[in-house]
Nanobody, 113 residues
Framework: QLAESGGGLVQPGGSLRLSCAAS????????IGWFRQAPGKEREAVSC????????NYADSVKGRFTISRDNAKKMVYLQMNSLKPEETAVYYC????????WGQGTQVTVSS
C-alpha cells in the first residue's frame, strides 16, 4: 500500500515536495514512479526511479525542475517539484511496480495565483 502526501495550493513558480509512504511492501525490489492526472486528461508519467541503481528518468516537461528520490530503509519516495506551472495542476500518484503493481490514492496539486 502506498500513501501520498504533500500536495496543496501553490503559486506559479513555487515549489512542493510530495512524499509517498509504503507499507506492507519492500521498496527495494520495485520500480517507483510518479504519475499525474489532470481533469479531463489521461494519467501521464512524470518520473521514475530504478530499484537497483537508483537511476532516474523524467518526462521532458519536468526535466530540470523535478527531482525524484527514494529511501528504501524508510520506505519513502519523494518528488521535489520546483518552478511549478498552472498546467501542472493535477492529482499526483505514486506507483510501485514489481511482481505486483501498487498505486496510492493520490494527492492534489493546484498551481494557481
Amino acid at each position: 500500500q502506498l500513501a501520498e502526501s504533500g500536495g496543496g495550493l501553490v503559486q506559479p513558480g513555487g515549489s512542493l515536495r510530495l512524499s509517498c509512504a509504503a507499507s506492507g511492501i519492500t521498496l527495494d525490489y520495485h520500480l517507483i514512479g510518479w504519475f499525474r492526472q489532470a481533469p479531463g486528461k489521461e494519467r501521464e508519467a512524470v518520473s521514475c526511479i530504478g530499484s537497483s541503481d537508483g537511476s532516474a528518468n523524467y518526462a521532458d516537461s519536468v526535466k530540470g525542475r523535478f527531482t525524484i528520490s527514494r529511501d528504501n530503509a524508510k520506505k519513502m519516495v519523494y518528488l521535489q517539484m520546483n518552478s511549478l506551472k498552472p498546467e501542472e495542476t493535477a492529482v499526483y500518484y505514486c506507483n510501485a511496480r514489481g511482481t505486483s503493481d501498487y498505486w496510492g490514492q493520490g494527492t492534489q496539486v493546484t498551481v494557481s495565483s
